[in-house]
């Protein structure tokens, strides 16, 4: 699968959990560092998020 679209972010490092960590956290924080936290964090941070938001995993 050469040439694939995602190939360079796979590339870089950037997995799928930070990706989403970091667009969740950008939505509600709009703070670079924020951001680059919970990317560190990755899919930790996106299971807080779904288990402490309304409407979430716990439901």
Not at 8 to 33: D, E, F, P, T
Request: aromatic share 10%; glycine share 18%.
């Amino acid at each position: 699968m050469s040439g694939g679209r995602g190939e360079g972010a796979a590339k870089a490092g950037i997995g799928l959990g930070s990706a989403i960590a970091i667009a969740i956290s950008w939505s509600l924080h709009k703070s670079i560092v924020w951001a680059l936290v919970h990317g560190v964090l990755s899919w930790l941070y996106v299971l807080y998020y779904a288990l402490t938001r309304p409407g979430g995993i716990s439901g």
